[in-house]
DNA sequence: AATGAATGAGCCTTCATTCAT
DNA sequence: GATGAATGAAGGCTCATTCAT
């Protein structure tokens, strides 16, 4: 009968070998940038051919679009912007929320830790990739923000100060990632890893809600 | 008889040479990056041979670090941390000057506005160069920056609450030359240059003397 | 109780896999020559695996061989040295069926036309399966050539006079395929395909009757 | 004074080194086309450094360019279309010369027989430095050819016998250097090199002018 | 003082082939 | 009987650097 008649090599070693080159790849790219990156050392971390990469995955450009798909789609499974909290949830209770998890996402260690990473270079370095993950993860993940920022603001989402309040929050929290290299040689006592997230997650939402408060309280006086 | 005249050579050539060097060094580096920046480009643009790099420089790391130091002098003389204002006047008046001047120095066109372009590279990839930097430049302006914070939250210089209004206002700075790839992207009708730079200083002091006095409001109440 | 069966697999599908991958090499091998052919593409038009030119033909040499050997005796199946002539007919109608089936069995559209091609880079760059090529076509046509081109002149075959001639003829013959690509650059009004192929061919059959005939009128005047 | 005070390397060194490569790439490519020759190999040959190609010629393909520039210029000045005959000369006499230049340009030994083995390859695979070729020195001959063959005609030079006589003509010239791999196969006897081309131009001179006559002598009575 | 020529190392990619299954 | 996975060799090209002049 051979129902069980498998033809070929093995799958799973397919995809554990691509795994590997992926895996590998995410640390290459995240500690040297796309372009410094070499294929030589992807493989070479990954127990593979020079080769390897091309079989599995044409070339370099489409290898590091599959590590930042890959990274970015684990980094928020594991922390939406709005961990943990309910749709109608007070916006203040989301802006925490939103601050911790947008902290966590960039310092959490392990594999992950390299979305932060590889986005900050890519805020530098543009690459073809930052196109989708814009589109698939980062307007909504604006769009979020910018509702309940709104909301707290009690004014229209368009509204130019809404945009000012959520570029304040965005720029609190991508500063101790992007600037850790400074950070961390000026307050050597400043941790920055991800045990350290919470007391900075909950002084940025803090600072930033006085000062959005702030303007809600003196140009918007409906409430 | 002068003794320093026994070859052709112009000593003022040989400084003009290195200047244009260094000039298009400074183009080249901000646009490229360290690492992808070519000596080939440098020379090329600077009219100069292949060959003046090392000769004039010794090296392209060293070129590099002439590079940022020029670009710093240039930058932070042209804004310094608390431009225009006098040494006694009120922490409120300064924090403005200095998120001011900060914005400006980041965004300044012309050869000036190398100096953020270097930094944000240098911040997510950092050179040897880096350390120098740091010792003469940044540290002393944090040290202002941390003075005249504990003076609007009137506590101590190293309480960490101090540390972390520094880090917010910093923090919104340096977002917006850092991110402004995707800033720009995200909201094509916010501009992002020197001359949009004083609505977002405006914004980011009022935003922050908030924050910074929201901490000294309920926390320390000895005023 | 067939003894053969005890492998599920179907010697048709065999066969079949072999002739798709013919097919496929044929077109490759036509378009890219032996060199630039790879076999990825050969597998890939038939459908077949990677490995399937190995599997069934050893290696890439082989495999040209037999598509050399396969479409030699296509070409020649359908157009003879001597195509509708009778074996005793007058040696001026045999070189112009001659000349005529040699321009059509080049230019021939569909995977025919690869002989034409094929044999093009052969003579360019000939591979170790032109031997058998020469011994078991090329060698009997050029016999036959001679015989009849002997014949007009009225001379012994191995008169050198009849060896200039018979390159006359293929030269002119081969002309139009090998300098095809030159030929419609420089008269872009003249057809290069089998319909073009009768009036080309009544015309070197009439221009070489003349050359022969002026060898057979002033040198032979044994007539 | 300094009046001979040289900067830099000997400019000497670098046409040298050019011209080595030079050479070794024109043969190299004649032997294995312009795809297959490698890099590597020129420079091997011409003692070079592997960077040689790229520092003196940018990349292959300009550096084929320049080879096929070089070998089609010596080429020509050596065997100019009508080599020794006078404007005036009689077209017979034109066609006679036209021949024999046209041969022994094929087959000239030396760097120099590279441009019939450049522009075999050329015609089965023609690179984008054909164009140039064309318009520069394929395009002026044809002309020339199609004059005197329609003066020998006596008919108009867009005739289409004309056509077909050149085609005829360069056709049995253009052979003997494109067949030449089964030419000497079948006949090794006759020799193919630049000392056996005399009899071989007489004997196309002749035949094709006898095929021309013959057109004009029947089709064309106005003489 | 300055430079044109040259170089060695390294990068990404492609290819025919092999091998375990 | 057939194939997916993997590989070693090689190719074109770029780069910072060196060296003789």
Redesign the interface.
Known sequence: M?LK?KTGSDPALRDETRRRLLEAAGAVFAEA?F??ATVREICHRAGANLAAVNYHFGDKESLYAEVLRESQRAAFEKYPPLLAVAADAPPEEKLRAFVRSFLLRLFDDGPITRFGRIM???????TAA?KGL?KER??PM?DDLLGFVAAILDCPVNDK?V???C??I???????H??R???S???PE?PLDAAAMEP?AE??A??????????ARKTSPRR
Chains 1, 2, 3, 4 share one sequence.
């Open positions: 051979n008649l940038g372009r410094h900050s270079r890519e805020m530098v370095e543009p930052l814009l980062i307007r604006a100060r945009r000012h309040c570029f304040s965005v720029g609190q929290c991508v500063f101790f992007h600037c290299a400074m950070i040689r000026l307050f400043q900075l002084h940025i803090r600072f930033s809600l006085a000062g959005i408060k702030d303007y």
